[in-house]
């Protein structure tokens, strides 16, 4: 009898931790990548925890979370991270994950921007040649460092050539392509996106450019009925030797998308070595 008793309560539990799951707020990057399709079922085979992973702009994301409708928070905007945690909506941000931005443009590049030397430069040749630049327009944590970018060149995008969509990356590819624009976009929505038409990489590898995500858990505090535990356990699981293989283990067409552990005060290197050749 005390023998089924503990077979039951063993039944139970293993039931109970299968049926454990959380949200995780996080972007259309890295969920449209593939990494997500790749990286959370080893987490789940280890652990018992599903993922469900709610994919939309950074700012978005972190309102969704600030509204206690996730247990995670998962993007790629420094300052809007610190201001999360800061407001007391987030609790143990870690370091994840990096890639790069990168400037894409048509290869017959009417702005010259294959020849710049620094991000402002490029900036600096579409707005002198009034070329054609797609922007996102969405709030995301791409479209913040585009702005910042622009501000840090101290350059107005009040004009027709400066067009903002209020679409996700992919949307703002395809815009690019059929319309011969450039466009900044990260690396690796870029390399998994399939409708690459006449675009090209034009400027890449400056430090300005790096791209990192970190991942933070929702305050427990702020709203209760967050599961900090499970989100704990992915935070620890991502960010282990075994997170952070699988990390780098995820391919694009043999091309590496993320590098792992982005620690930008620490590495002087901008980019995994490879990125540079990735085209």
Known sequence: MKFLSLLAALMFAT?????????LASTTSTQNSGLYEFLLPKFTAETGITVHVVAVGTGQAIKIAQNGDADALLVHHRASEDAFVANGYGIERRDVMYNDYVIIGPKSDPADVGTSKTTTQALNTIHAAQSL????GDDSGTHKKERELWTAAEIATNGTWYREIGAGMGAALNMAAATDAYLMSDRGTWLSFGNTQNLTILFQGESQ???PYGLILVNPEIHPHADTASARRLADWITSPTGQQAIAEFRVENKQLFCPNAQPEQDSKAFCPSDSAQN
């Open 133 to 136: 630049f797609i922007s996102r």
């Open 209 to 211: 450019l790096r791209n």
């Open 15 to 23: 039931t109970a931790a299968a049926d454990t799951s959380i949200t």
